[in-house]
């Protein structure tokens, strides 16, 4: 059966703060039993009623609590030990294609800024559709330097801008706000101490602006040893309440990208 038509509506408005996921659902504890499938373009996602107008392109983030992102290894990478452009396969929880991403970054950068790096990430549909473009500019991430720490800009589509993320300065903790076009904190990113996920999974939580509320939270999935140690491929899942908005959860996508590259970008030429 639908749902009331104005509840329906009131659930995808730009800025609306997502209410809290049922206390009697968990999390998929990892990736690994996605199917390797690809979201046919002009498919609607299920059950999606457009009742307002959504950015292109992101009517496929409309109904989805889960987002899986798979880091595609760089066999030139593991060979020579350098570091090369990142590529993405961004997944619902079936394990369907809905989303690729590529980085646009030059040799120069990768060589000698590393995980500083400034770089583009480029966001196609399954059609070739540019629909998300993330900026990185090259910025500091240490506590020394509170004033110029990492930022991302999310835009939806390319050209627009619909939300940043925002490192914040915390002695302890990697800390994160996400924030609207108008650079308006909406929800923050909290992470561990500890972040090298040696034998386990690493949970990045989401929460209210007083962090007071867990909404979500950003996983990156241990791979195993092998693939830690000897491959630069990262596997994440992003678990948010279904009835987030689009644009928050684009930029949630960002932010995943961006704690790729702080905590978990490596190769054997970091060994």
Do not use: R
């Given at each position: 059966s639908l749902a009331d038509p104005q509840s329906q509506k009131s659930r995808v408005l730009p800025g609306f703060l997502p209410g809290v996921p049922d206390s009697d659902q968990s999390f998929p504890a990892s990736a690994s039993n996605a199917e390797n499938h690809v979201w046919q373009p002009g498919l609607s996602p299920p059950s999606f009623q457009p009742t307002v107008s959504l950015p292109p392109g992101l009517e496929y983030l409309s109904q989805l609590d889960l987002i899986i992102i798979h880091q595609?290894?760089?066999?030139?990478?593991?060979?020579?030990?350098?570091?090369?452009?990142?590529?993405?396969?961004?997944?619902?929880?079936?394990g369907q294609r809905i989303y690729f991403a590529v980085e646009e970054s030059i040799c120069f950068n990768r060589t000698f800024c590393s995980t500083l790096r400034s770089c583009t990430l480029r966001i196609t549909d399954n059609s070739g559709r540019e629909v998300i473009t993330v900026n990185r500019p090259l910025r500091c991430n240490s506590c020394w330097f509170p004033c110029y720490l990492q930022e991302l800009e999310i835009q939806a589509p390319p050209g627009t801008i619909v939300g940043y993320v925002?490192?914040?300065?915390?002695?302890?903790?990697?800390?994160?706000?996400?924030?609207?076009?108008?650079?308006?904190?909406?929800?923050?990113?909290?992470?561990?101490?500890?972040?090298?996920?040696?034998?386990?999974?690493?949970?990045?939580?989401?929460?209210?602006?007083?962090?007071?509320l867990t909404i979500g939270k950003i996983s990156k999935y241990w791979s195993g040893f092998v693939n830690d140690v000897f491959t630069n491929a990262d596997n994440f899942g992003i678990h948010v309440p279904a009835d987030l908005d689009v644009t928050v959860k684009a930029a949630m996508i960002g932010a995943c990208f961006l704690l790729d590259f702080m905590f978990f970008e490596h190769s054997l030429a970091g060994l």
């Open positions: 595609q290894v760089e066999l030139l990478g593991m060979i020579l030990g350098t570091e090369t452009s990142n590529k993405y396969e961004i997944k619902n929880s079936l925002a490192q914040k300065w915390d002695p302890f903790l990697p800390k994160f706000t996400i924030q609207n076009a108008n650079k308006e904190d909406i929800l923050k990113i909290v992470g561990p101490c500890a972040t090298c996920g040696c034998f386990g999974d690493v949970d990045f939580e989401i929460k209210t602006i007083n962090e007071k």
